[in-house]
Structure formats: C-alpha cells, structure tokens
C-alpha cells in the first residue's frame, strides 16, 4: 500500500469515530434531561459526597393575609371590614357557618386568621371556638362551605399522690399538681366526703388521671389540660375511699364506682356548691342574727362569695321559684314523695329557672347571695324528708345502680389493674412521666369524647 491509499485510510478512520463520538454525547445529554426536569419540579440535590435519594422540599406554611384576636365590644362584622373583607363576603361567611357556628356571638380572646389568594379574594377563614376546635371556612368560585375542625390530641396517663395538711387545695397547691383536680376529686366524692369537715391531717390521695395534649393551630405550643381521673383512692380519716371509672352497663357514659362495685352516686348531695365554711349548722334552736331572738334552724348555712354556683343536689322538679322578705330568692325542688330540697338567700336564678322545670343532680340552678334576712352572702340549704327538715350532712340514702352482675369480671379486672396503679404509688409524690402515647385523635374520637368527663360535667338547665 503506498503512501497515498495510508493517508486516505487514516482520515476515514478519524472521521468515523468523530461521527461515533458524536453521536454518544447526543445520547447521554438527551439522557440527562429527565434529571433536569426532576431538579425544576421542587427536588433538591443531596450534598457532595453523600449518595441519598432526592427528597420533595416540605412546602411552607401560607401567611395569612390578617390574623389577630377579638378583642372588648367588637362584632364579626366590624373586624372583618378591618380586614378588607367586603360585607357581600362577610354575610356569606355568617350563612355558610351559620349550622355550624353563630359568628353574630363571638367573644374576647378568640384568634382569627385569613387567607387570600394571588388576587387577594379571601380562600379560607379559620376562626378559634375553644382550646379544642375551629371553625374553617373555605370560598370556592361560586360557593363557600363550613365546617367546625377538632384539633388533634393525644391522652398521655399520670399518676399523682398528696398528704393532706390544712386542705385538699393546699395540699394540690403545695404539690404543684394541676389544681383542676382538687375540683374533680370533690365531685367524685361529694356524697361521702365533706371536704370541709370530714378529712383530717395525715389523709391523702393517690390518682390516676389523663392529661389531654391538643395541637391547636393557632397556639405556638400544645394546649395541656386535665381531662378525666381514671382511679382514685382518699384516705379520710383511716378510711380508705375508692373510686374507679366504669361503663356500667346500659349506661352511655362511664360513671365512678367503689371497689364493691356500687355506684359513687347518690339521690342527693351532700352540699350543692363549693363553699369556704359552715358558717351556721342544722339546729333546734339557734339566735337569729337579725331578729335577735332563738328560733330553730331548718338547714345549713355555707358561706360561699356572691356568685358561686348553685346545684339541683338531686333529680326532680321546681315547684318554687320566688322570693319573699325572709328567704330572698328561693328554690324548692321535689325530688320524689319523700325529698324535697330548699335554696335561700340566692343573688339570682340561673337561666331558664322557673316552676314546673324538671333538673338533673349537678344543674346550676341559682347563685350564691345575700337576699332576705341575711347578713353575709350564704346558701341556706335545707332538705325535708317526709314532711319534716333533717340535717342534711347526717342524710344517709342508697347509691345509684351498680355494677351489673352480667358484667361484675369485666369491672373486677379494671378494678384490679387500677388498684395495682394506686398501690405502686408512693404517698407523698408526684409522679408526672408520661405513661402512655397517644390514645387517640380528636376527628375520630370526639363524639366519644364529649360528655366523658363526669367529674367535671354540670349539664345546662333546660327551659
């Protein structure tokens, strides 16, 4: 081959594996877009030297256009208009919600925020009711829609214990223990315990209880609050008092009963408020302050500030609702042909009050005052037993159903592994550790939720 045909073989040579080098980097750059494509569509790459696989980038929470909170004398109208929002919306706001929340009554301390869209139409609404839920509007091109949100939660259980000193709530106080139980345990115990009277230095209480953590979205960190005492043990006295949460059954709620399986509750209470002291007690003769002369004294005086609460201490019906020179506001109440309960001297009568209203154990039925011959805000609470006044802390009356036997293995067992619980507290501690993770969530738990608390739960008078 001579030198020509050589030189001839070499070019043909290189070109083609231009061509061939060529055509491998049009492959490989059409094979990179793709990749492109994923990095535009919201996917970061991970750092030099680190082989993961991409992630999506977690979107930001929208700004609300306006938020705030309502503050004294203001209406929805006038805040909204504060906020740029036209009345047509605003009136479409109030009906949309109007099944499922009165924004015509709104009340200082509620937060508010709006979210408006890229043309600055208002999207969404969302409007605090309590520390538990919120009202969310949403508005769409021809509709807008409402509905009332349950804010997440969990249920983490807690066990506490306390000695007695002077007071239950000093006791609470001294523990740094939510001071919502000390409520909650008088009303477990009302009917058997005076918590003025009856507890002693060296009593103490041992409690399992839940505490309920709610994510609400419009506070910076979860709301934390007492929700139910799951078991219970008082020593009052030396004598050991217990209480356990239980669904009897037939029952919709669950009610506490002792460690024989009957019911905390009785016919009556013992004392229908929560009041500061005695300040005169069931006699046969006693000197009247303001007539100056002795004269029996049908019931008990609790001293108690004007205002506090007054309760229906059992089922029945108002047949006297008035007031007359000596009594001030009174409420009769005939619980059955034996009962009838007497509340003298009220500031007022709560709403709905009047004769022939039929109330429950544990309704508000007026508020502690000074009406009548009285010369301190009082309840004068007195209870006729056939006809005739008895002192009511001696009153003895059978407890409410108890456990049904058809079900007496199934309480024992929760009885027992709460009574292991209490026991394993030591008396005179706080245990505070989080003995359980979430339990549940609000959207799917919140119509088993409502009413669960009993302790805490006084049902609102009917007219």
């Not at 506490?256 to 209470?269: A, D, P």
């Not at 007054?310 to 009962?339: L, P």
């Not at 989080?434 to 799917?444: F, H, K, R, T, V």
Request: proline fraction near 6%.
């Amino acid at each position: 081959m001579n030198k020509l045909s050589t030189n001839k073989l070499l070019a043909g040579t290189l070109v083609v594996l231009a061509a061939v080098l060529l055509f491998s980097l049009a492959v490989l750059f059409d094979r990179e877009k793709p990749e492109e494509e994923i990095v535009s569509s919201g996917l970061e790459e991970p750092p030099p030297g680190e082989n993961h696989h991409q992630q999506p980038v977690t979107p930001k929470t929208p700004t609300p256009s306006f938020q705030g909170v309502v503050g004294k004398n203001m209406n929805f109208f006038d805040l909204m208009r504060k906020c740029d929002i036209s009345p047509q919306m605003i009136n479409r706001i109030v009906k949309a919600s109007s099944d499922v929340y009165n924004l015509r009554r709104i009340y200082p301390g509620q937060s508010y925020r709006i979210f408006s869209g890229s043309g600055g139409n208002t999207k969404r609404f969302e409007f605090s009711i309590n520390d538990e839920e919120f009202l969310e509007v949403t508005t769409g091109n021809d509709t807008v829609k409402a509905r009332r949100i349950y804010c997440p939660f969990k249920i983490h259980k807690k066990s506490v214990s306390g000695i007695i000193r002077n007071s239950l709530y000093e006791s609470i106080s001294r523990n740094d223990i939510p001071f919502e139980l000390a409520s909650n345990i008088n009303n477990i115990f009302r009917w058997d315990i005076d918590f003025f009277h009856d507890i002693r230095p060296d009593d103490y209480y041992r409690l399992v209880y839940e505490e309920k953590e709610i994510i609400n979205p419009f506070h910076n960190k979860p709301i934390r609050k007492i929700n139910r005492i799951l078991a219970a043990e008082f020593n009052c006295s030396g004598k050991k008092h217990y209480a356990f949460l239980f669904n009897n059954k037939g029952d919709k709620y669950p009610d506490y009963f002792n460690e024989e399986g009957n019911s905390l509750r009785k016919q009556l209470l013992k004392a229908p408020l929560n009041f500061t002291r005695i300040s005169s007690s069931y006699s046969k003769s006693r000197f009247h302050p303001i007539l100056h002369h002795y004269m029996p004294h049908n019931g008990i005086d609790y001293a108690a500030p004007t205002g506090t609460p007054v309760q229906a201490s059992g089922n029945g019906t108002v047949i006297k609702a008035s007031r007359t020179r000596a009594n001030g506001n009174y409420i009769k109440i005939r619980h059955n042909r034996n009962y009838t309960s007497y509340y003298l001297h009220l500031s007022k009568f709560a709403r709905g009050i009047k004769y022939g209203v039929k109330v429950k154990q544990g309704d508000v039925i007026g508020y502690v005052g000074a009406t009548g011959y009285a010369t301190g805000p009082h309840l004068d609470y007195r209870i006729k037993k056939n006809g005739h006044f008895i002192d009511p802390r001696k009153l003895k009356l059978p407890p409410a159903e108890p456990v049904d036997r058809s079900i007496m293995d199934r309480f024992e067992l929760v009885k027992n592994s709460y009574l292991s619980k209490l026991n394993k507290i030591a008396v005179g501690t706080t245990v505070s550790k989080e003995q359980s993770a979430s339990i549940g969530q609000a959207d799917l738990e919140k119509k088993a939720e409502s009413g669960r608390n009993i302790s805490q739960h006084h049902s609102s008078v009917t007219r």
